[in-house]
């Protein structure tokens, strides 16, 4: 039988068989005449067209245009050769040759092989209507080569191997406009698939990709599916390495895709994931269950919202559906938190180890948990508790978080202030009043929700404790420096206290010292109490070495002193608060517990071991 421009339309049901229309000589209801044609019939088709129709899929008929098509049978072979091309793209070619064997009348056990080739620009026409709803696909040059092996007239065995480039997938949202399109240059890989008496078995080797001119590592995937006679199924995936990136580009095309992961793409998440493997299994008694393990490098998240922003994470993981653990080990980890940590440069630790585990439970609420956390860097070593529940919806984030931490040198405190929280004066004199010093142990205690800090009515505690041993601080800039100093700093919810037990300002040994700030995040002061007890002559160097000179400093070249003598200081730093800044305020007196002698220079009025007091003020002495 020999047609040309024929129009045959190819339909298969979805009981699997296949039916023709339009071959007017063989009638689909006489058995008996399709047997003899598949026993000794020849077939050609010329210049025809073809309609494929998949009766299983409501989607648009497959329109091949200047199709030959040769079918021969002699007896128990069957051989089929066919060129076409797609309708509407003179560019696209497809060959397809088929050898099979079976008898005529039980096409059912048919076996043999195929070979299929396809090469065209636009994968579009070809997926028209078999993608899922808004979604839409494109590309500029595509080549499929593949060989399969026929048993009982379906697949048992196929190897193929596709290219594809100038890839684009995009979807369209409710309003009718474009999303962002995943873009891909170019894209291969080599499949085999492969049938078994209880399932099937994908391999993907070489699978390369090239997105923006970045060509990923080539990668190897295996996909197995697996069924029991009961009902129970099973599907495990082996994924060599995949980017994460290109996961989160692929997630935008998914049109119910979490709603958690629209903060991963907004975040850019990016980041290697080797040695994935997942389970995924089920029966009719009960729903999906899955696990999943593996590894992660170079994690990499912008910061968004409330949530920290990250680079350089690696962990090993191990996931199911209502808990999992993530086990840290970076070497170089950076964090960054701009609305807490405004203004400062991203931490680097130069590692970063423990384990953080993960639960959720009936209401949908998360709890991210490590019982230690450890991070080092030039600057600090700290070892980390934690509690984090995460709630689905009302109350917001509650952290129970205690660390012990040692910091070599007090100047790197200034790195890591709040600088969102602190009024700009007080950060200013964070910055400046940390010159040095060690901080050999401390520890920080953070317990109530994240939107209540710094829980101004106690709905929650905030401390940090921190010895000091030979700092120094520098509480003015017209003020000498307070050295030597070995004492504690105390944060409070918003309160700030620094204690002395031993300290040296001048040449005077400081008996007891201490400065506080009442409230962080309303100061408008920064206030210093203290003692000392030295040389007479530091209490002269008070009226000229600092702002009391204005007004007291021409008294003191009148003096000429000798012995030690005791200094109290009570003082108010001012900082600048809305847009004003207020005096400084002074109260102090000098005094001689231990025996000494003044002598006024003119009158040579000589004062052997005087008593009581000196006091001055800001702007007075008396």
């Given at each position: 039988l020999t047609l040309v421009g024929a129009r045959l339309v190819v339909e298969e049901r979805a009981d699997g068989t296949i039916a023709v229309a339009g071959l007017d000589g063989i009638k689909a209801g006489n058995p008996a005449v399709m047997t003899f044609f598949l026993s000794n019939g020849r077939f050609l088709l010329a210049d025809s067209d073809v309609y494929w129709v998949d009766g299983n899929e409501p989607s648009d008929p497959l329109h091949l245009s200047d199709v030959q098509l040769r079918f021969d049978n002699e007896g128990s072979r069957h051989r089929i050769g066919?060129?076409?091309?797609?309708?509407?793209?003179?560019?696209?070619?497809?060959?397809?040759?088929?050898?099979?064997?079976?008898?005529?009348?039980?096409?059912?056990?048919?076996?043999?092989?195929?070979?299929?080739?396809?090469?065209?620009?636009?994968?579009?026409?070809?997926?028209?209507?078999?993608?899922?709803?808004?979604?839409?696909?494109?590309?500029?040059?595509?080549?499929?080569?593949?060989?399969?092996?026929?048993?009982?007239?379906?697949?048992?065995?196929?190897?193929?191997?596709?290219?594809?480039?100038?890839?684009?997938?995009?979807?369209?949202?409710?309003?009718?406009?474009?999303?962002?399109?995943?873009?891909?240059?170019?894209?291969?890989?080599?499949?085999?698939?492969?049938?078994?008496?209880?399932?099937?078995?994908?391999?993907?080797?070489?699978?390369?990709?090239?997105?923006?001119?970045?060509?990923?590592?080539?990668?190897?995937?295996?996909?197995?599916?697996?069924?029991?006679?009961?009902?129970?199924?099973?599907?495990?995936?082996?994924?060599?390495?995949?980017?994460?990136?290109?996961?989160?580009?692929?997630?935008?095309?998914?049109?119910?895709?979490p709603s958690g992961l629209d903060i991963l793409r907004r975040a850019k998440i990016d980041g290697d994931l080797r040695d994935l493997h997942m389970r995924l299994a089920g029966s009719p008694?009960?729903?999906?269950?899955?696990?999943?393990?593996?590894?992660?490098?170079?994690?990499?998240?912008?910061?968004?919202?409330?949530?920290?922003?990250?680079?350089?994470?690696?962990?090993?993981f191990v996931a199911a559906p209502r808990q999992g653990r993530l086990e840290l080990a970076s070497d170089a980890f950076v964090f960054h938190l701009p609305w807490l940590f405004e203004g400062r440069s991203p931490f680097v630790l130069d590692s970063l180890s423990g384990t953080l585990n993960w639960a959720l439970d009936d209401q949908g609420d998360l709890r991210l948990q490590s019982p230690d956390l450890r991070a080092e860097n030039a600057d600090l070593r700290t070892r980390t508790r934690l509690r984090l529940d995460l709630p689905r919806q009302g109350e917001g984030p509650f952290l129970d978080l205690h660390s012990d931490f040692s910091v070599p040198s007090a100047a790197a405190v200034r790195r890591y202030l709040p600088g969102g929280k602190l009024k700009d004066g007080l950060e200013r004199w964070l910055e400046r009043a940390f010159v040095a010093g060690r901080i050999p142990r401390g520890s920080a205690l953070f317990r109530g929700r994240l939107g209540d800090f710094p829980f101004r009515d106690n709905q929650g505690r905030f401390e940090v404790l921190f010895a000091v041993e030979d700092g120094i601080l520098d509480f003015h800039r017209d003020w000498p420096r307070v050295e030597e100093v070995v004492g504690e700093v105390r944060f409070v919810n918003s309160r700030m206290d620094i204690a002395a037990s031993r300290a040296r300002i001048l040449d005077s040994r400081v008996l007891r010292g201490r400065a506080f700030v009442p409230d962080l995040l309303r100061a408008t002061a920064v206030h210093i109490q203290g003692s000392a007890s030295g040389p007479f002559s530091d209490g002269l160097r008070m009226l000229t070495d600092t702002p009391l000179r204005r007004r007291l400093g021409r008294v003191a070249p009148a003096f000429r002193v000798e012995g030690d003598a005791r200094l109290d200081l009570d003082l108010a730093v001012p900082l600048r608060y809305k847009g004003r800044k207020g005096p400084l305020r002074l109260q102090g007196a000098l005094s001689w517990p231990e025996p000494a002698r003044l002598e006024i220079v003119g009158p040579e009025l000589v004062l052997d071991r005087p008593r009581g007091a000196l006091s001055f003020t800001q702007s007075a002495l008396s």
């Open positions: 066919m060129l076409a091309r797609l309708s509407g793209d003179a560019d696209t070619r497809l060959h397809l040759a088929a050898d099979l064997r079976g008898k005529p009348g039980e096409l059912r056990a048919w076996f043999g092989k195929l070979y299929l080739h396809w090469r065209g620009k636009d994968l579009a026409p070809m997926l028209s209507g078999r993608m899922p709803p808004g979604l839409h696909v494109r590309s500029d040059k595509v080549e499929l080569s593949s060989w399969h092996q026929v048993s009982d007239s379906a697949l048992a065995d196929s190897l193929a191997q596709i290219s594809v480039q100038g890839l684009a997938a995009w979807r369209v949202d409710a309003g009718g406009g474009d999303l962002p399109a995943l873009k891909v240059d170019r894209l291969g890989a080599m499949l085999r698939w492969q049938r078994d008496s209880d399932g099937w078995q994908l391999a993907v080797s070489d699978l390369t990709l090239e997105r923006a001119g970045d060509a990923r590592p080539a990668a190897d995937l295996t996909v197995r599916y697996r069924t029991a006679g009961d009902g129970r199924w099973s599907v495990r995936a082996d994924v060599q390495r995949f980017s994460l990136a290109d996961v989160r580009d692929g997630v935008t095309l998914l049109a119910d895709a008694r009960e729903g999906p269950r899955w696990a999943a393990q593996g590894r992660v490098l170079g994690l990499q998240l912008e910061p968004v919202d409330r949530f920290p922003g990250l680079r350089g994470l690696d962990a090993d």
